[in-house]
């Protein structure tokens, strides 16, 4: 009889907000994930990187929410799931031991004897200070760092739970006080410390939203930091940091300095194909929602294309479209058990310089190129001579433009066989309501289309036009395609890739661009 598979709990630190400071080992726990609970200050991002099949249970937990899942019940939960043989993944903001109650459900999880494992996350603590230019510890300038929170400082008969003075005559020797959780009583928790003998002229910081578009600092000193942050609307969540390593602040700030810091920008490509677009954004300093508005699936028949791979021999030229057509290509020649010998004759073209790279990724040499790469400049990259009386494969998605079948036809080819390879459709994970809040809340500061059917499909998701929206476009189709549903068009690439796009978008901030 074979033995029912053990669940397990993994107590998972998310990070303190950007989706790219998650462990490496938090990553592959989550991708793995049959169940996933997550809370309010998890990236939306993360979420991703859970298996499509993933149960996902939202558990609240900002603030003691009405939408927040009480402690018990949320531990009996933890236990059933686990039990049912289940990989369960407990997602919790910043680290799951650091002023959480991580420590309450893993004793909750040991009482019911459930297998569970611990992985640490980056905490605010510690990251909110990084991305304000804060060092909490430094040789001339503090020798340790205390830790507290703020929100619960009155204990029983009134006395407090936090050990004030003793904390602050340590720092007043040279040492840094973090306070988590203080910004409902930042008054009150920064008088404390004064009263307790700190000079009013130590240097204070308070940070919101740390590492993400929305993050905002104020460096003022302990004395004016409540009022400068209440000038500022600091709000929950924020770290406040006091002690004369704040003071470091002004030389040491730098993610303000990044080209796209504060900039939310949307990126609508496949799942596949948007990790590296999103990435290099986030390395500009912006935060990269993704949003995927298409996928690929198989076409709805093989059959021209299974044809064409029996002859494929006899064409002179194969014109791939993009690298998702190349790797549909292959993928089909392989599964009907050909060779890629068997091109033979043919010669290559690609319009781009990734789809070509994707053709070099499989020893495939390119002998055509467009300058300009859209489906109109391929006459030139081929010839005239060569295109009269000759025979053509484009292998592409199901539906795309005609234009570049026609212009082959016009200008004499013999033959031209369009093979659908894959189709392009609709996610159906899409996290729709998040999006229409993005920009309802008007947080979003560009949205960017790498083809005439991410546009489309973003409007079709969200139920809305692009009225109001500013786009960013890959090239001149997918920009028309974007004015045309309303979209404000503020940056097209020079050169249509994504790289091109990545530049164009920087350039565009660099100018002095800014709003929505």
Known sequence: ???????????????????????????????????????????????????????????????????????????????????????????????????????????????????????????????????????????????????????????????????????????????????????????????????????????????????????????????????????????????IVVGECAGLRENLKWVERMPLFGRTIVVTRSRAAASGFAAALRRLGAEAVEFPTIETAPPRSYAVLDRALKRVGSFDWIIFTSATGVESFIERLKSRGRDIRELGRASIAAIGPVTAARLSDYAIRVDAVPDEYRAEEIVAAIGLKRIRDGHFLIPRAEVAREALPGILRDKGALEVVVAPAYRTIKPKRAQIERMRELLAAGAVDLVTFTSPSTVANFCELISSSGAGIRAAAIGPITADAAQQLGFDVVVQAVEYTVDGLVEGISAFYAAGNSGT
């Open 1 to 239: 009889m074979r033995k029912s598979k053990a669940g397990r709990v993994f107590l998972v630190g998310a990070g303190p907000g950007a989706s790219d400071l998650i462990t490496v080992r938090g990553a592959d726990v989550l991708s793995r994930a049959e169940v996933v609970v997550y809370d309010s200050l998890v990236s939306p991002e993360l979420i991703r990187l859970a298996p499509s099949r993933a149960e996902l249970i939202y558990a609240g937990k900002r603030g003691g929410s009405d939408k927040s899942i009480e402690q018990s019940k949320l531990n009996a939960m933890l236990i059933a799931h686990a039990r049912k043989g289940r990989v369960v993944v407990r997602l919790k903001g910043g680290d799951p031991f650091i002023f959480g109650r991580g420590g309450e459900e893993a004793e909750a999880l040991a009482r019911a004897k459930v297998e569970f494992e611990i992985v640490p996350g980056v905490t605010s603590a510690i990251a909110g200070p990084a991305f304000a230019g804060v060092p909490l510890t430094h040789r001339e300038h503090g020798s340790f760092v205390a830790f507290v929170t703020g929100h619960e400082d009155a204990g029983k008969g009134g006395r407090s739970t936090v050990p004030w003075d003793e904390l602050v005559a340590a720092a007043a020797r040279g040492g840094t006080l973090v306070i988590l959780m203080a910004t409902a009583r930042m008054r009150a928790t920064l008088e404390r410390i004064r009263t307790a003998g700190l000079a009013p002229d130590t240097p204070a910081v308070a940070v919101q939203w740390a590492t993400t578009a929305a993050q905002k600092t104020v460096s003022a000193t302990l004395a004016t930091l409540a009022d400068e942050s209440a000038r500022a609307g600091i709000a929950a969540p924020a770290v």
